[in-house]
């Protein structure tokens, strides 16, 4: 299994995942790897680690996902790892539940986000987003 973390998706990647069958509410699950230090493009903040880069991110993110009706499930530190390998574990691991794929994509679209999405690049080396849909359990 080949898995690479990304910042921003490419084109045609973000094209079909907008253009997925829409099917109501879905959890997004974001593996978050951490740059050391934050790299913000205009140079400031240079003793701002890249957790707290994204920490910033982060929270103004959670108030345009509960804006439009959804609610961070969790977030919380990776502290280690039982079954299988990777070259690389990632720092976080937050879950994020939408009310749909279109509120997602109006959120990901707004100004707001746009606004702070300096946080999200200086902070971050790069993640995961795995779309879910609640199931019937196991």
């Known amino acids: 299994m ?14 079909a995942f907008f253009g997925g069958t829409e099917n109501g509410p879905f959890v997004m699950v974001n ?3 951490f740059k050391a230090k ?3 493009a205009d140079g400031s903040e240079p003793d701002l ?3 707290e880069a994204y920490a910033r991110y982060g929270e103004e993110v959670r108030k345009l996902v509960e804006g439009l009706g959804g609610k961070v499930r969790y977030s919380g530190d990776v502290t280690g790892l039982l079954l299988g390998e ?5 720092d976080m691991v937050a879950l994020a539940e939408y009310p749909s794929l279109a509120a997602f994509r109006e959120m990901a679209m707004s100004p707001a986000m746009h606004a702070i999405e300096h946080h999200r690049k200086a902070g971050l080396a790069g993640q995961l987003n795995i779309r879910t849909k609640p199931g019937a359990g196991f």
Request: net charge negative.
């Open 31 to 33: 593996l978050l790897k």
């Open 86 to 90: 990777v070259e690389d574990l990632w």
């Open 38 to 40: 934050a790299e913000y």
């Open 49 to 51: 680690s890249g957790a």
């Open 2 to 15: 080949k898995v690479e973390n990304a910042v921003i998706p490419p084109m045609q990647q973000a094209m």
